[in-house]
Nanobody, 124 residues
């Protein structure tokens, strides 16, 4: 049974950097795109970044462009979200997700497996 486990969350000051990790535990094949979404209190879940199964293609959400990037270590079934120049508006629970297909997608409904989420509070 495949499970997604996020790590690396925690408090960060505005202007700082943080790296989140997501391990696809129990995954034996690697042809799935993965992504990061986030949700702030009172708001809908928002697309942050996605990466294709090979790591060659990525997609970044509007709020993250120029500040965040996504990468993956296919050998370790792990993806990363590299966050920089964070602001208090980036405060949210960040979720890792795995798609049914191999291409990076920004659509919530393309993702069939979700991690429990990790909190990232950004202080001003």
């Amino acid at each position: 049974q495949v499970q997604l486990v996020e790590s690396g969350g925690g408090s960060v000051e505005a202007g700082g950097s943080l790296r989140l990790s997501c391990l696809a535990s129990g995954r034996t094949d690697r042809r799935y795109a993965m992504a990061w979404f986030r949700q702030s209190p009172g708001k809908e879940r928002e697309f942050v970044a996605a990466i294709g199964w090979s790591g060659a293609s990525t997609r970044i959400g509007d709020a993250a462009k120029g500040r965040f990037s996504v990468s993956r270590d296919t050998g370790k079934n792990t993806i990363f979200l590299h966050m920089s120049s964070v602001t208090p508006e980036d405060t949210a629970i960040y979720y890792c997700a795995e798609a049914f297909g191999g291409s990076p997608s920004a659509a919530f409904f393309d993702y069939t497996l979700w991690g429990p989420g990790v909190q990232v509070p950004v202080s001003s």
